[in-house]
């Protein structure tokens, strides 16, 4: 211990980089963590459609067009805080939530979960992790 309290004293600046790394470090992996709230993969994303789980997709209709899962539902984010109501009957199933990247679809997920929905979950990596491991999306 003495030796540590030595080195701070002799190297400021490199104890002070490395504390900030750390705290650096602490405040990213608190953060990925929330951003993947309830997060699943693909293949737990195809058992969770399997049984007749609710999907939403969040991105624009542009891009729900150009591509999206198999029975999935467009349902942008700004509609989200309104969707409460429509899809009441769902409070108790299982909801998928899907975005391009998994970065907006975990607060929706999050959001749907303040809203009641007990079984809102994210797709860890978004359409982007779904193509990866070339599975099939339907086109309109």
């Not at 030595?6 to 002070?16: K, Q, S, T």
Request: with cysteine.
């Amino acid at each position: 211990m003495e030796r540590l309290i030595e080195y701070v004293g002799n190297h400021p600046v490199l104890a002070g980089a490395a504390v900030l790394v750390a705290v650096l470090a602490v405040i990213f992996e608190i953060r990925s963590r929330a951003a993947n709230f309830r997060a699943i993969g693909p293949q737990d994303a195809i058992r969770l459609m399997n049984q007749n789980a609710l999907v939403l997709d969040v991105r624009p209709p542009e891009a729900f067009a150009a591509g999206h899962l198999t029975g999935a539902r467009n349902l942008p984010l700004d509609q989200l805080a309104k969707a409460g109501e429509t899809l009441k009957k769902y409070k108790e199933k299982p909801v998928l939530v899907y975005c391009d990247t998994g970065a907006a679809s975990g607060p929706a997920a999050r959001k749907l979960t303040e809203l009641g929905f007990t079984k809102a979950v994210n797709l860890r990596g978004g359409l982007t992790a779904w193509r990866a491991e070339n599975l099939p999306v339907v086109r309109n």
